[in-house]
Structure formats: C-alpha cells, structure tokens
C-alpha cells in the first residue's frame, strides 16, 4: 500500500454502503463461547452424523482460508472503508474457524481436506492479485458456503446446536458476499485487459475445482437429504443475482454450456437417487 495515504489528515468517504456494512458488522458481533451452549448434546444417526462431518470439513478449511484472504485484502485494499469491512470479516472468520471446530470435534473429528477443494483455497490464498482475491473468495466461494449453510441447517433441524451455529455464521457470511457486490465494481473498472482476462482464466479452474468437490461429496449430500441438482440452480440463481446488483461484468466468467454440462450430471445423479429410493429426497436419510 502507499504508506502515504495513511498520514493525510482527512479520508474522503466514498462508500456509504461499505460503512453501513461495518455498523453491521458491529451491531451483529457474537461470542460463540457464550452465544452458543456447547453441552447440548447433537442427537444424529450414525451415517447421517460422518456424512456431515465430511461435509463440514470442508467448511472449516474454507473458513480457515477465508481468515488468510480477508486479512491479505485489509492490506491489499486502498479504501478505508473497505479496510474497516475486511477488518471486521478477519474476526469473524476467525470465529468461524473456531466454531466449526469445536462441532467438528462434537460430532465425529475434522476430516482430511478434499484435494480439489485444497487447490481452489490454496489458489485464492497464494494469487497476489485483489481482483482474484475479492472474485474468488468474496463472490464465488462465501456464496457456495451460504447456499450450503442454508441447506445443511434445513437438513438438520434435529440438532438445535447446529442450526444455532449455522444461523449465526450465515448472518456472517451474507455480509462477506455484500463487499464484493459493494466494492468490486470500482477495482473492477480500474483493473487492466489483461488482469481481468487472466481472473476469468482462474474462475473456469475455480469452477472446475469446487464443481468437483461437490460431486466427490454427494453421497454426503444424499446421507443428508440435500438434493444437489437444486442446490445448484439456487446457487448460480443467487451469484447471478450478486452479479446483477454489481451493474457490471467486467472480469465476471459464466459460460452457460459449461454450466448446464455440471447441472445435467447432478439431475443424472438425482434421478438415479430417486429411482434407487424408490423416490423423493428425504429428510430422514
Ligand atoms: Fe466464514
Ligand atoms: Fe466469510
């Protein structure tokens, strides 16, 4: 950063909606050691229990990896706005690194980290550039995550501690994908030809990687009841929607043959399930 700018007495205040974002950010802080009461036990079947754990796994070393990214970007970002943001979302993930461990540990153990999984988090973390940072973690993956909180808390309505826990962090999360919509369009008109014909290189690989997580995972998704083929329109409806609120696609990567590619081979998966389960998606699985 230019260590000029932190000496100019007065900072001119050009994203109104980033500093309402941070008063949130307050306003919503949570301690979950006192928040959350950790002795209740979480009452699961066995195979629906280790299937979550997986899945949760990859939520923790996502939050890890979150944690790293916000904590780059405070320094990377040359608005103070967007640093105060970023600043808060360093300590929230920290929390939900801390949160998702201590279930984690509750319900089964953290499991080792899916590999195609690792090469996207490990890509968000080692790319130098904030445009990659912000697309990637900020809009792409915190989107995913908050899809998959919103159906892993439907699925487990048994177990009040978690979707305590999930409520909490997804409140969190919302707020995560509000930088990018607030503050990616401004770094997205400043970034070169060149920058963002490489970010959107990057976001087929991301693409590729996460879309491969998930499929290694939907025997996890079945155990839960979670039908993917859904889960997956909601998703691209809701990064869509993200998108729009933007008002531009600079640098932003959709091809939609690619996409409907990945969405008939989770409604091939679907249906398999259905005619294998003699038919619908069930809760109690
Ligand atoms: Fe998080
Ligand atoms: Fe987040």
Not at 65 to 72: C, I, K, R, S
Not at 203 to 220: E, G, K, M, P, S
């Amino acid at each position: 950063m230019n260590v000029d700018a932190l000496f100019k007495a007065e900072v001119e205040q050009k994203f109104p909606r980033l500093e309402r974002l941070f008063e949130q950010a307050k306003e919503d802080f949570w301690n979950e050691s006192t928040v959350v009461d950790w002795n209740q036990p979480i009452e699961m079947a066995p195979a629906k229990r280790r299937a979550l754990a997986r899945v949760l796994s990859i939520i923790y070393y996502g939050e890890r990896a979150a944690l790293e990214v916000a904590a780059q970007l405070v320094g990377m970002v040359e608005d103070e706005e967007a640093k105060f943001v970023l600043a808060a979302q360093v300590i929230e993930e920290a929390k939900h690194v801390s949160v998702f461990r201590r279930v984690l540990r509750k319900l089964d153990q953290i499991h080792p980290v899916d590999p195609w999984s690792r090469r996207v988090l490990s890509d968000l973390v080692r790319v130098k550039d904030p445009v990659a940072k912000l697309i990637g973690m900020q809009l792409i993956v915190e989107n995913v995550a908050n899809h998959l909180f919103v159906e892993i808390g439907k699925a487990c309505q048994e177990a009040p501690l978690l979707r305590d826990v999930l409520q909490y962090v997804a409140r969190d999360e919302k707020k995560h994908t509000g930088i990018a919509a607030i503050y990616l369009p401004k770094i997205l008109a400043k970034a070169s030809r060149l920058n963002l014909e490489l970010v959107k290189l990057r976001q087929v690989y991301w693409a590729f990687c996460l879309d491969r997580t998930i499929y290694n995972h939907r025997h996890d998704a079945d155990a839960l009841g979670i039908d993917l083929f859904q889960a997956m329109i909601k998703g691209i409806q809701s990064q869509e929607r993200i998108v729009e609120s933007m008002g531009t696609r600079r640098g932003i990567w959709k091809n939609r043959v690619l996409e409907g590619i990945s969405l008939r081979m989770y409604k091939k998966h679907s249906d398999e399930r259905a005619r294998a389960g003699g038919g619908a998606w069930t809760r109690a699985a």
